[in-house]
């Protein structure tokens, strides 16, 4: 517990933010925050979701040792996998190590397939189109991106994707904040 608090406070200050605004961020009380990171309160893993995502980290990031640098990532190291109510296919691209602020990966879509959701969140997201046609809406207007072209835009507007084709498509994307 003492690590997670020494780099809860070591973030806060390395982003410039005082126990106040930190607060009004995580909607946790100053008193409790400071106790937090003096290592005198116990945290639930629910406050500290709150700071993770006050500070736009996975909440995995107060987990990392320093000493987990692993820049290569080795083909035979990337597993495609699944999100929950999801049809699209993810592989993680991502080396490991502190402080990482992109999230590279390669998304499957299948033939015909549109998300059934709309997505609005911090960060920014860029897609390269490998293979195929995606359809990406966002805030309302719809891009028609082809293999061997891109789209990069602000991820707080609202935005989702469609596979107009009978084939699945490929993309490249790179995404902020870390996800996964």
């Given at each position: 517990m003492v690590e997670v608090s020494n780099k809860i406070r070591s973030f806060r200050l390395q982003q410039n933010l005082t126990l106040k605004e930190l607060s009004e961020k995580t909607g946790l009380s100053i008193s409790f925050l400071s106790q937090v990171e003096r290592g005198g309160s116990s945290l639930a893993i629910t406050s500290l979701k709150k700071i993770a995502d006050a500070f736009n980290v996975p909440i995995t990031h107060f987990f990392e040792s320093y000493k987990n640098q692993n820049y290569y990532v080795k083909k035979a190291d990337q597993k495609p996998f699944q999100i929950e109510s999801s049809s699209l296919l993810y592989?993680?691209?991502?080396?490991e190590f502190s402080g990482r602020s992109l999230e590279p990966i390669l998304v499957v879509m299948p033939p015909g397939l549109k998300q059934d959701n709309v997505f609005n969140h911090p960060g920014e997201e860029f897609f390269y189109v490998l293979e195929g046609v995606v359809i990406f809406n966002v805030d309302g207007t719809e891009y028609i991106v082809k293999a061997g072209e891109s789209i990069h835009y602000p991820s707080n507007l609202p935005?989702?994707?469609l596979n107009p084709l009978d084939h699945e498509a490929k993309i490249l994307g790179i995404t902020t904040p870390v996800i996964f």
């Amino acid at each position: 517990m003492v690590e997670v608090s020494n780099k809860i406070r070591s973030f806060r200050l390395q982003q410039n933010l005082t126990l106040k605004e930190l607060s009004e961020k995580t909607g946790l009380s100053i008193s409790f925050l400071s106790q937090v990171e003096r290592g005198g309160s116990s945290l639930a893993i629910t406050s500290l979701k709150k700071i993770a995502d006050a500070f736009n980290v996975p909440i995995t990031h107060f987990f990392e040792s320093y000493k987990n640098q692993n820049y290569y990532v080795k083909k035979a190291d990337q597993k495609p996998f699944q999100i929950e109510s999801s049809s699209l296919l993810y592989t993680r691209l991502a080396g490991e190590f502190s402080g990482r602020s992109l999230e590279p990966i390669l998304v499957v879509m299948p033939p015909g397939l549109k998300q059934d959701n709309v997505f609005n969140h911090p960060g920014e997201e860029f897609f390269y189109v490998l293979e195929g046609v995606v359809i990406f809406n966002v805030d309302g207007t719809e891009y028609i991106v082809k293999a061997g072209e891109s789209i990069h835009y602000p991820s707080n507007l609202p935005h989702f994707w469609l596979n107009p084709l009978d084939h699945e498509a490929k993309i490249l994307g790179i995404t902020t904040p870390v996800i996964f």
